[in-house]
């Protein structure tokens, strides 16, 4: 490779669905990069890009079925073989830009992924510094550095961290005195003291506002693919399973309904007229929920979005405001359709409360999305039967199948290992939530699991697909009679084609 370009950083979403598929796609602007590629333009000389490697422009809809066979299949090899066409677009793109920094987002099943990144960039020139961050280096801290490749690794929040690392590569500084890396110095690893969560939110960059100067093939992503906003960091649950506390911490941290409000302007003139609240949770409690609902309907009107919502945040008067203020679709983690296992995985929840949230959500004409787990390592035949009628009570629109994984770094991973059902050789690059290898069970033979969950993701798929047609069906059915100028009548026989 030629001479590096003095301050520049490439930032990358390593691929994940294109090795199952080079048209499965992640096309959307991944935050991650955003916030970090804003900060930088905003608080350091340096030039930098980001390049979502996980992008195709040919989007095709996952099949769970495929993720789960022929296409996990390819994932495994896609790992292996350095000449896929991802990877050669992986390796001219740094050796286009020749970057000094390559940053890497990583969550544990994309780690595996991110280690073939620092490699090609080591590869490309051996004076790059590969710097890890996301979710997997914040769980397992100095274990990341058991990649060679990688130089460092961040813990936590990045926005500031990024830059104290640029601004003492820059001038030719230590390491030691930044906070909430990993990292190697005179063969020894080093962790340094936790950073301090960013207290003002609301400082932050609008990721979208840089998009076009930064994000590489910009031209090519639809206008959805800079939809998702977040407007809290943390999650106050305590779920057995879930990493989020680990990178977040519990402590929840708002920003103002006034910054949000803001950002969705700025996507409303871009042309969005849908946003997705990435947060873990949306709101966390009902008095934000109903400060934001009121200033979207006072400086967003038409704007319609969709969010992810505890149970326990549902009622009347809450889910009444999300629909006044433009919410048309609500995704519920329900896991389980047993009470012990929600109990277990310290849910917070029943499913008589699920599922009277979700009768809740449709009485309102909201779409209903519902997250469910199987395979948590106390799972019986009868809890994962339990789980399978569940989902056909919800009624939901879309289900959203996941098997347990269990994150390094997380109370599920260590009691899987307390229980035997995680080795010293486990392996993060061969599970995912749709992995046929995932089997963490304690009470349930692998065999017998597969067959089971094979039923489930059967239902699942048939489910998704019929509803799909419906969708697509009722569009079209629209269009139609706004041609034929008979749009008064829709509305009455959208009811009967419903069953109502």
């Known amino acids: 490779m030629e001479r590096l370009q003095k301050n520049r950083i490439l930032l990358i979403e390593p691929p994940f669905y294109r090795l199952f598929k080079d048209t499965y796609s992640l096309d959307r602007y991944p935050l991650s990069l955003g916030y970090l590629a804003g900060t930088i333009k905003k608080e ?218 803001s950002e969705i302007k700025g996507l409303q003139k871009m042309g969005l007229k849908l946003v997705h609240f990435d947060d873990d949770t949306f709101g966390i409690n009902k008095k934000y929920i109903h400060d934001l609902g009121n200033a979207l309907i006072e400086h967003c009107p038409g704007i319609r979005w969709s969010c992810e919502l505890h149970v326990k945040l549902t009622d009347e008067q809450t889910i009444s405001l999300m629909k006044a203020a433009g919410c048309h679709s609500i995704d519920i983690g329900i896991e389980s359709g047993n009470n012990g296992i929600l109990k277990a995985i310290r849910k917070d929840i029943t499913i008589e409360e699920a599922l009277s949230a979700c009768e809740l959500i449709k009485k309102h004409g909201i779409e209903l999305k519902t997250f469910f787990i199987v395979g948590f390592p106390q799972e019986t035949e009868e809890t994962l039967n339990d789980t399978l009628k569940a989902m056909k009570k919800t009624k939901s629109d879309v289900l959203i199948y996941s098997i347990f994984t269990p994150y390094p770094g997380t109370e599920a991973f260590e009691f899987c290992k307390e229980n035997g059902v995680i080795g010293d050789d486990y392996d993060v690059s061969l599970y995912n939530h749709q992995s046929p290898l995932n089997y963490f069970c304690i009470n349930i033979s692998p065999r017998r699991f597969r067959q089971l969950v094979s039923k489930i993701e059967k239902f699942v798929d048939r489910k998704n697909s019929i509803n799909r047609i419906k969708r697509i069906f009722s569009l079209t059915t629209f269009k139609r009679i706004q041609e034929l100028g008979i749009g008064k009548s829709f509305k009455k026989g959208m009811q009967i084609f419903a069953g109502k």
Request: with cysteine; aromatic share 12%.
């Open 44 to 261: 350091t000389t340096w030039d930098v890009t980001a390049y979502n490697a996980d992008f195709s422009p040919q989007r095709e809809s996952f099949k769970i079925g495929y993720l789960a066979g022929a296409g996990f299949d390819n994932y495994l090899h896609g790992l292996k073989d350095l000449f896929r066409d991802v990877w050669e677009e992986v390796k001219s793109t740094i050796l286009e830009y020749k970057p000094v920094v390559v940053g890497i987002s990583a969550k544990s099943q994309t780690f595996t992924s991110a280690c073939v990144v620092a490699k090609l960039a080591k590869e490309a020139s051996d004076q790059i510094i590969v710097i890890v961050g996301g979710p997997h280096p914040s769980m397992v801290g100095t274990e990341v550095l058991n990649c060679p490749d990688i130089d460092v690794g961040v813990k936590g929040e990045g926005e500031d961290t990024i830059v104290e690392l640029l601004k003492a590569i820059e001038s030719g500084k230590k390491f030691d005195n930044i906070q909430g890396i990993v990292y190697r110095k005179d063969g020894q690893r080093i962790e340094t003291a936790p950073r301090e969560f960013i207290k003002d939110l609301d400082s932050l960059c609008f990721p979208h506002e840089n998009a076009p100067e930064v994000l590489k093939d910009y031209d090519l992503y639809p206008l959805t693919a800079f939809r998702n906003i977040f407007a809290v960091r943390g999650c106050p649950y305590n779920c057995f399973f879930c990493g989020s506390r680990n990178i977040w911490s519990r402590r929840v941290r708002f920003r103002s309904p006034e910054n949000v409000v």
